[in-house]
């Protein structure tokens, strides 16, 4: 099968631009502002909620069922409960096992993007352990650290790794916070399919905050007006592919579930009669179908809280910065496969229509097929 090309420059840019983003739980103010921005520049719709998630909505052509794309906008990091002269109290929000963290350097950037003074230096000294009795036991909830000398922080700025914010090499993007500025990079270039092609399609890109300390966001927003009851609605992750458990390069991936739970069979079944019949088209299309059990995803949350949902990934490196050795590390994807993501939204945001239309031929070619079976078992053939 052939291998997708080399990325398009506009993506690269628009990676580079987003993905190196700081951002962490409650703190995602840079990342909305850049939403809004994107947007305004396209002459989509953008609003939020009462608790800061927001949506991007393009809309054309004859009322349809709405597909809902949804990506969260933190990622794991510290914030500064405490200065000190040059020593720093952090909290940590995210999950990382506690064989992480100690002496990695750290850059600090003011809470307020419009009061920002500036990236600042610190060295992590020491670091806080949980002892919960879960998978993540000792995972990281804070830490002490030491400002570079010159450097400043303030109270609730973010603390994050100092690893490279967004850079490519080839085709692969390395970046501190793949996960999940990376999930919403294709719902992003998604849009700027959509803006270009102008295609009658009704496709909601949903933002959601503070995924990383318990689902937040998409909890929360199940309480407000921002998500349409009759919407498609399928949460967009990266997701870890150590273990094998997908292969970078080889397309975006249909996800059928997560280490808790199994999402909508009938969306699912859509999700990959959409991506076979583009692959039908162009053999150069390549997919995934995988159930990616290294994590949660929002999907879960929207399910069981009464929202049928299916859900899509990027096959992710370094899951949570968490590099070889202990060490901290950029987080990976593929941008072949943001491309091939993005291309199977916008397909799939002119075909919701059909979701019933695909299930409904499963029921009757299986309701064939049970009796053909008992005929044949009569026979004895």
Not at 114 to 139: C, E, F, H, M, Y
Not at 242 to 260: H, K, S, T, Y
Request: proline share 4%; charged share 25%.
């Amino acid at each position: 099968m052939p291998r997708p090309s080399a990325p398009s420059k506009d993506l690269v840019a628009l990676a580079k631009a987003y993905v190196g983003l700081p951002t962490g739980s409650f703190n995602e103010r840079r990342v909305h502002d850049f939403l809004r921005a994107f947007a305004e520049q396209r002459g989509l719709t953008y609003r939020e909620d009462t608790v800061g998630n927001a949506v991007i909505e393009y809309r054309r052509g004859r009322k349809t069922t709405p597909l809902v794309l949804g990506a969260h906008t933190d990622h794991p990091g510290f914030v500064v409960t405490s200065v000190k002269g040059r020593r720093l109290e952090l909290e940590f929000r995210g999950g990382v096992p506690g064989n992480y963290g100690k002496g990695e350097p750290l850059r600090i950037y003011a809470a307020d993007p419009a009061q920002d003074r500036g990236d600042s230096a610190a060295t992590i000294t020491s670091t806080v352990l949980s002892d919960a009795a879960n998978r993540w036991a000792k995972r990281i909830t804070g830490a002490k650290a030491m400002l570079a000398p010159g450097a400043t922080a303030e109270v609730g700025d973010l603390a994050l790794w100092d690893v490279e914010p967004a850079r490519v090499r080839g085709a692969i993007l390395h970046a501190r916070s793949c996960d999940d500025l990376g999930g919403g990079l294709a719902i992003l270039w998604a849009f700027e399919q959509l803006v270009r092609q102008q295609p009658n399609a009704h496709v909601i890109g949903l933002f959601t905050r503070a995924e990383e300390v318990g689902l937040v966001g998409a909890a929360a927003v199940t309480t407000t007006d921002l998500l349409p009851r009759d919407g498609l609605l399928v949460a967009v992750e990266c997701s870890s592919m150590a273990g094998g458990r997908a292969v970078q390069g080889d397309g975006p991936i249909i996800r059928v579930g997560d280490a808790q739970h199994i999402f909508s069979p009938r969306i699912t079944m859509w999700m990959h009669r959409v991506a076979l019949e583009l692959q039908q088209a162009d053999p150069a299309f390549r997919f995934q179908r995988k159930l990616m059990d290294g994590g949660t995803t929002e999907a879960t949350a929207y399910d069981l809280l009464g929202y049928e949902s299916g859900a899509a990934c990027l096959a992710l490196g370094n899951y949570h910065n968490m590099g070889p050795d202990d060490r901290i590390a950029a987080e990976t994807i593929h941008l072949g496969d943001v491309e091939g993501l993005a291309r199977l939204f916008v397909a799939m945001g002119q075909n919701t229509r059909r979701v019933d239309e695909v299930h409904a031929a499963a029921v009757k070619r299986w309701r064939g097929i049970a009796k053909d079976a008992a005929q044949r078992l009569k026979r004895g053939s």
